[in-house]
T-cell receptor, first 115, second 114 residues
Framework: DAGVIQSPRHEVTEMGQEVTLRCKPISGHNSLFWYRQTMMRGLELLIYFNNNVPIDDSGMPEDRFSAKMPNASFSTLKIQPSEPRDSAVYFCASSLAHQGYDGYTFGSGTRLTVV | AQSVTQLGSHVSVSEGALVLLRCNYS??????LFWYVQYPNQGLQLLLK??????LVKGINGFEAEFKKSETSFHLTKPSAHMSDAAEYFCAVSLSGSARQLTFGSGTQLTVLP
């Protein structure tokens, strides 16, 4: 398996523009997580899905952020409009929640810079 | 509710010295415990985990951790540090039987001095 695949690896955009981050989880995993990492706030859970259904989005900063998981192999995180304070590394992770729990597998992240 | 506290946001050791990264957790039920490592410009990688059974768990790259229920701790150790161990390390906890959500600590940056 190729692991969790995120695209793009780097994104530079101007304030006010729409940004879409993409994630392909590991095949067969039924839970997907979006995290944001900054120096100031560390790792923050934004939202997670189980069987493609959003379970907890309480970490989504505000209405400018939205996430979708239209099928088991694809998820997006969208920021519209983007602001400089959204600059961070965004990670996607997936897992298979079962009794022999193995933890999460993380993607390599998308480094977002909003100028 | 569960929580994780990592003592020391930065730890420096000399090459060849013992590495000890501290993690304490709070959980009302038996926890699953994890250590992840993050190298620069990379995602988090699972080092080791404790779910049930033997309380001393061994992971990759010579790291190990011991689950001590009485101390609510899960400290990470390595007998001899290598330059390649320089990275950020995260402790995480999940409630057993509710494996959907990990709670991460704030991370410890490990520096290895030559």
């Amino acid at each position: 398996d190729a692991g969790v695949i995120q695209s793009p690896r780097h994104e530079v955009t101007e304030m006010g523009q729409e940004v879409t981050l993409r994630c392909k989880p590991i095949s067969g995993h039924n839970s997907l997580f979006w995290y944001r990492q900054t120096m100031m706030r560390g790792l923050e859970l934004l939202i997670y899905f189980n069987n493609n259904v959003p379970i907890d989005d309480s970490g989504m900063p505000e209405d400018r952020f939205s996430a979708k998981m239209p099928n088991a192999s694809f998820s997006t995180l969208k920021i519209q409009p983007s602001e400089p304070r959204d600059s961070a590394v965004y990670f996607c992770a997936s897992s298979l929640a079962h009794q022999g729990y193995d933890g999460y597998t993380f993607g390599s992240g998308t480094r977002l810079t909003v100028v | 509710a569960q929580s994780v506290t990592q003592l020391g946001s930065h730890v420096s050791v000399s090459e060849g010295a013992l590495v000890l990264l501290r993690c304490n957790y709070s959980s009302s039920v038996p926890p699953y415990l994890f250590w992840y490592v993050q190298y620069p410009n990379q995602g988090l990688q699972l080092l080791l985990k404790y779910t049930t059974g033997a309380t001393l768990v061994k992971g990759i790259n010579g790291f190990e951790a011991e689950f001590k229920k009485s101390e609510t701790s899960f400290h990470l150790t390595k007998p001899s540090a290598h330059m390649s161990d320089a990275a950020e390390y995260f402790c995480a906890v999940s409630l057993s039987g509710s494996a959907r959500q990990l709670t991460f600590g704030s991370g410890t940056q490990l520096t290895v001095l030559p």
